[in-house]
């Protein structure tokens, strides 16, 4: 398993952006498949985006199409979420995931998560 370390929440208002990053350890990297969740209080956590291993393959939740960008570096070992066009419902924890399986939306088949990192957005 990898070790995950989210960073860049914070309070943003209606329409603005925020970048969030997650940092994983390891050698092994680009074997994994990342994804982002978030979850709100008294809610399931939902799938946000998930991209491929290489990068070559994106997955995003109808919700987010169109304003948020998921990408990585692996030389970095860094996965980003970058969220353009903020709404008030975007506000949540969100959550870094790591699968040695392919991209799913299914919650159960990630193995490694980050502690989550708040974004709150102002209307």
């Known amino acids: 398993q990898v070790q995950l370390v989210e960073s860049g929440g914070g309070l943003v208002q209606a329409g603005g952006s925020l970048r969030l990053s997650c940092a994983a350890s390891?050698?092994?990297?680009?074997?994994?498949?990342m994804g982002w969740f978030r979850q709100t209080p008294g809610k399931e956590r939902e799938f946000v985006a998930a991209i491929s291993g290489r990068g070559g393959s994106r997955y995003y939740a109808d919700a987010v199409k169109g304003r948020f960008t998921i990408s990585r570096d692996n030389a970095k070992n860094t996965v980003y979420l970058q969220m353009n066009s903020l709404k008030p419902e975007d506000t949540a924890v969100y959550y870094c995931?790591?699968?040695?399986?392919?991209?799913?939306?299914?919650?159960?088949?990630?193995?490694?998560w980050g502690q989550g990192t708040q974004v709150t957005v102002s209307s």
């Open positions: 390891g050698r092994t990297f680009s074997s994994y498949a």
């Open positions: 995931a790591a699968t040695l399986g392919g991209a799913t939306m299914r919650e159960d088949r990630w193995g490694s």
